[in-house]
Every structure is written in structure tokens, then in C-alpha cells.
Nanobody, 122 residues
Framework: QVQLMESGGGSVQAGGSLRLSCSYAGVAFRMGWFRQAPGKEREGVAVYTAIAQTNYANSVKGRFTISKDSAKMTLYLQMNSLLPEDTAMYYC???????????????????WGQGTQVTVSS
């Protein structure tokens, strides 16, 4: 019942910035960004709850910012000071059952976008 579409990925040199966008339709109490690099497990990057609480993976704290524009029905991930280890496919996800959860685990996120590739070169 929730449709998601990511955009904004691309290639950037280390130290650069990108802003990812996720357009959504439907009820999404809690949303998040996840990423997966080849050969690696999918990991939670940031979560945005129904009451605008946020949580970040330690690896991106201070560099990434998750936000939402409800009027535009769009979730954002501003990524600054990008590092080569940030290279991954980034996915937007939505959870319509646990509005206040702050965990970065992906098990409660049942709606997923197709992903947008982020590549950071040295």
C-alpha cells in the first residue's frame, strides 16, 4: 500500500555531497534509508519516525541528515563529507506499523524502493 521511488544517486569524489530523495505515496509512519554494498549485509543508515525522531548509524553520524517534507511527500538523505566506504546501493523503506521505533533493523520495514546507486571515489 506504500509506493516508494528513490532518486539522486550518482558518482562523486570523496569529500563531496549528494542528496537522495524518496517520493512516497500511502501511509508511512516510519521511514528509513538503508544501503548495501556488494558482498555486504544490508545496513540501516538512518530512520525518521512518525514524530520526527531520528537515529543514525555510527558510521554516518555528523555527516548524513535524514529529513522529510510531508507536503511534498518526500524523504531526503543529505550526505556530506562522503567517503569511499559510503559506496553502496541506497534504498528507501517504509514501516506503517511501528511509528515510534528508532531501531535501524530492517525487519519491520515492509515497503521498499528499487534503490539508487551512490559511488564515491578516492
Amino acid at each position: 500500500q506504500v509506493q516508494l521511488m528513490e532518486s539522486g544517486g550518482g558518482s562523486v569524489q570523496a569529500g563531496g555531497s549528494l542528496r537522495l530523495s524518496c517520493s512516497y505515496a500511502g501511509v508511512a509512519f516510519r521511514m528509513g534509508w538503508f544501503r548495501q554494498a556488494p558482498g555486504k549485509e544490508r545496513e540501516g543508515v538512518a530512520v525518521y519516525t512518525a514524530i520526527a525522531q531520528t537515529n543514525y548509524a555510527n558510521s554516518v553520524k555528523g555527516r548524513f541528515t535524514i529529513s522529510k517534507d510531508s507536503a511534498k511527500m518526500t524523504l531526503y538523505l543529505q550526505m556530506n563529507s562522503l567517503l569511499p566506504e559510503d559506496t553502496a546501493m541506497y534504498y528507501c523503506a517504509a514501516d506503517d506499523r511501528s511509528p515510534g521505533a528508532l531501531g535501524l533493523e530492517d525487519d519491520l520495514f515492509t515497503y521498499w524502493g528499487q534503490g539508487t546507486q551512490v559511488t564515491v571515489s578516492s
